[in-house]
């Protein structure tokens, strides 16, 4: 009955998504911003739909559940207060771009040597933050349909690849709209379930006012700091959260955009963090697998869970296509260089077609990791401390300084960065509170209680230097590679 239950939810998603496609009709445009042509509703849902992924769901609980509540709702906190950000000083500017891509905007800024390097470390971060979405469709389709973990994952790739391959943007956010209506009423029903049922238990020292856990390194402030700030900062140059702002119809649409997907993150986020704090009062032991799924498998009624567990498929694919169509058409337009242009045989231009050639090769890559660290909250911050640490600061004085704005301080501020911050998870043993399995070099400089600094000592250099770079290198030089690049790149 469960699984009947969460496969009526995909099937209407699916259905929603391939019906939309029309919409599309051969043209690139329609493809990747749908037109250009989002309304508030459908805005907001699609950018609510990237904060709110399983990751936000499955990471937060099993965070929060062991850690406490600014452990685990700190993913969509961080997420929520990135949409708050976005809204206030990026969306209007970013929308009347008229951009295609985020990389778009590094070139313009910086020049093509600049989008290079931020198109790969985006399609990296993303890959990895879409393998957690997989991840969470892994294990809960190894738990209630029985199959092995690498069946499910390869499930949810294909319902999403299905629709986003064919619909791009406006199967996107048609989608979301249900995906979020899905999420927010299921979140809302489990919170009134265990309020019910057994009553908000928290314990001592894990609440959301038990603020030792923002302020004691031996609770783990320094990792929830961390968190916060990879999410709330790094996640402002995210390919899909940019994605929907290019989409929406005006750039007033897109900030009310942002602004009602950031309350809704936090509505979401807020009840899952409460329900796990309950959850040792409620599980008779030590959960097997995700705290969630013990919850829902072993105590709730079959309608609640069926619910929950569509929400749980619900956001993975919303933040999944997002991530899939970003992803490829960085690849395409942004390393490949391939512009929206005529087709000499009389058809659409390449684009769309190479858009969609590539998205196969996106899902690929996103499973290798998914089936390598089949963890779901620390893979999403994972995706974007590498951003926060090279991409964030060019991003923001690009907007913000005009007067420093040059292809040198981008360059040295985004190569320092990201090779401080690749040298520091190297040498640190854990990763936000995980053991590092992935790069570790053994050392006796930095031990378990250096986690969390990294993440926010990386930004402040990278600041340090583009601000260095861009007083002491002569602008003269930069400059002519500026015009030079946006004479390259307008129409």
């Not at 509505?267 to 829902?296: C, R």
Request: proline share 5%; glycine share 12%; hydrophobic share 55%.
């Amino acid at each position: 009955m469960i699984i009947l239950g969460v496969a009526i939810s995909v099937l209407v998603v699916l259905v929603v998504g391939l019906a939309v496609a029309r919409k599309v009709d051969g043209d690139s445009t329609n493809f990747l911003v749908a037109g250009r042509s989002l309304a508030l509703p459908l805005s907001a849902a699609g950018l609510m739909g990237q904060a709110v992924d399983s990751n936000a769901t499955l990471g937060n609980t099993d965070l929060s559940a062991s850690l406490g509540f600014w452990a685990g709702a700190s993913l969509p906190l961080g997420l929520g207060l990135c949409l708050l950000l976005t809204g206030i000083f990026f969306a209007k500017p970013m929308n009347r771009m008229g951009l295609l891509s985020l990389p778009d905007f590094y070139r313009r800024k910086y020049g093509r040597g600049v989008e290079l390097v931020a198109s790969v470390l985006m399609i990296f971060s993303f890959c990895i933050l879409l393998a957690g979405n997989l991840v969470a469709g892994g294990f809960l389709f190894e738990r209630f349909l029985g199959t092995s973990y690498t069946v499910g994952v390869l499930l949810i790739v294909g319902v999403v690849l299905a629709y986003t391959i064919t619909g791009g943007m406006f199967s996107d956010a048609y989608t979301a709209f249900i995906q979020m209506v899905i999420t927010v009423i299921g979140s809302a029903a489990l919170l009134i379930w265990v309020a019910v049922s057994y009553g908000i238990t928290i314990p001592e020292g894990m609440g959301p006012f038990d603020l030792g856990q923002l302020t004691d390194p031996a609770q783990g402030a320094p990792i929830n700091w961390a968190t916060l700030v990879a999410l709330g900062i790094g996640d402002i140059v995210a390919i899909d959260f940019m994605q929907r702002i290019f989409s929406a119809k005006s750039p007033e649409t897109a900030r009310r955009a942002c602004f009602v997907g950031a309350a809704g993150t936090a509505v979401v986020g807020i009840p899952y963090a409460l329900v796990a704090l309950s959850s040792g009062a409620i599980l008779s032991g030590p959960a097997d697998g995700p705290v969630l799924f013990a919850l829902l498998e072993g105590y709730a009624p079959a309608i609640l869970t069926i619910l929950v567990l569509s929400a749980i498929v619900a956001a993975s694919c919303s933040t999944a296509n997002g991530v899939i169509l970003g992803t490829a058409c960085v690849a395409v337009r942004n390393i490949a260089g391939l512009e929206q242009q005529a087709d000499p045989s009389g058809g659409r231009d390449p684009l769309l077609r190479r858009v969609r050639f590539t998205m196969p090769l996106v899902v690929g890559i996103a499973i290798f990791f998914a089936l390598r660290v089949p963890e779901t909250g620390i893979l999403l911050t994972l995706a974007f401390d590498l951003m926060l640490a090279g991409l964030v600061v060019p991003f923001v004085l690009g907007h913000w300084w005009p007067a420093g704005v040059t292809t040198a301080a981008a360059a040295a501020s985004i190569g320092v960065g990201v090779v401080l911050r690749l040298v520091l998870f190297a040498l640190t043993p854990t990763f936000y509170g995980v053991e590092n399995t992935l790069l570790h070099v053994p050392n006796e400089v930095f031990g378990p209680g250096f986690d969390g600094w990294p993440t926010l000592i990386c930004p402040v250099v990278s600041l340090g230097v583009f601000v260095a770079v861009a007083v002491l290198v002569p602008r003269r030089e930069s400059a002519l590679a500026e015009r030079a690049a946006v004479v390259a790149v307008e129409p």
